[in-house]
């Protein structure tokens, strides 16, 4: 569903998505926070919401996507601090308003495509 002109917020995730494997949302005009429901596609491998507006922080429950192999927040309005939850994902976090330090496991596990 990328760059398909799609708007709003990203709804809910329903329990009957739980064996998404990719979902992605790039270059779209879609807003409003990611749900916390995030964390229910425990089978995700592949997430990508770049290039729209979301705002707002991560929901800790993406640190529970452990298949999550590829993932791209880049170019949004994201903020607040990166959580350790998220040390062992591979995500790229570039041109957001994200504040504070690099978790230190982050550095170790050379996780960040970009920043």
């Given at each position: 569903?990328?760059?398909c002109d799609l708007s709003g917020p990203i709804p809910t995730i329903q329990d009957d998505l739980v064996f998404l494997e990719k979902l992605n949302l790039a270059n779209n005009q879609l807003n409003g926070t990611l ?81």
């Amino acid at each position: 569903m990328s760059s398909c002109d799609l708007s709003g917020p990203i709804p809910t995730i329903q329990d009957d998505l739980v064996f998404l494997e990719k979902l992605n949302l790039a270059n779209n005009q879609l807003n409003g926070t990611l749900p916390e429901t995030i964390g229910n596609l425990v089978y995700l491998s592949y997430f990508s919401i770049q290039n729209n507006q979301i705002s707002g922080t991560l929901p800790s429950s993406i640190g529970e996507l452990t298949n999550l192999l590829y993932c791209n927040l880049g170019n949004n309005m994201l903020s607040g601090t990166l959580s350790q939850t998220l040390s062992s994902l591979n995500i790229a976090y570039f041109f957001n308003q994200f504040e504070g330090t690099i978790p230190i496991q982050h550095e170790i596990n050379r996780t960040f495509s970009y920043l």
